[in-house]
């Protein structure tokens, strides 16, 4: 199996995926899954550093969210949608249905991101 991080882009005939073709849910309205392409995903593996552990440190003191750890994920979530998005690119999908993500965490201060889905070709209902 090709890499699918680093293949070259699918062929220009195949519909553009574009976010709003991926969705959480098991379709998408208005449309008819005419092929199932298989699971796509993407992970990362994140962690903070020293100086960021720190500052995290401080603003539990005082309550409230917890800014810094709140951008580390918002970040690792992005990546692997982006890497799940270029995953289904590759295969030539143009939606992706049942998404979903998930986090664990591998050793204090490790945690591993992966966002998967059924990556799909879509066609308009008649």
């Known amino acids: ?18 976010d ?4 959480t849910a098991m379709e998408l309205p208005g449309m008819r899954v005419t ?5 796509v995903r993407g992970i990362t593996v994140r962690s903070r550093s020293v100086v960021g552990n720190f500052i995290g ?3 539990t003191l ?4 917890i800014t810094i750890y709140t951008e580390l994920c918002e970040q690792a979530r992005n ?8 995953h289904a690119r590759m295969l030539g999908a143009n939606a992706i249905i049942a998404v979903r993500y998930d986090a664990t965490e591998l050793m204090t201060g490790l945690t ?3 966002c998967y889905g059924t990556a799909v070709v879509v066609e308009p209902q008649r």
């Open 1 to 18: 199996m090709a890499d699918p991080y680093n293949s070259p882009a699918i062929p220009a005939a195949t519909p553009h995926l574009t």
């Open 20 to 23: 709003a073709m991926v969705t």
């Open 35 to 39: 092929r199932s392409l298989g699971l």
């Open 57 to 59: 440190g401080l603003q």
């Open 62 to 65: 005082f309550g409230g969210n």
């Open 79 to 86: 990546e692997t949608y982006r890497d799940m998005v270029q």
């Open 112 to 114: 591993e991101v992966l």
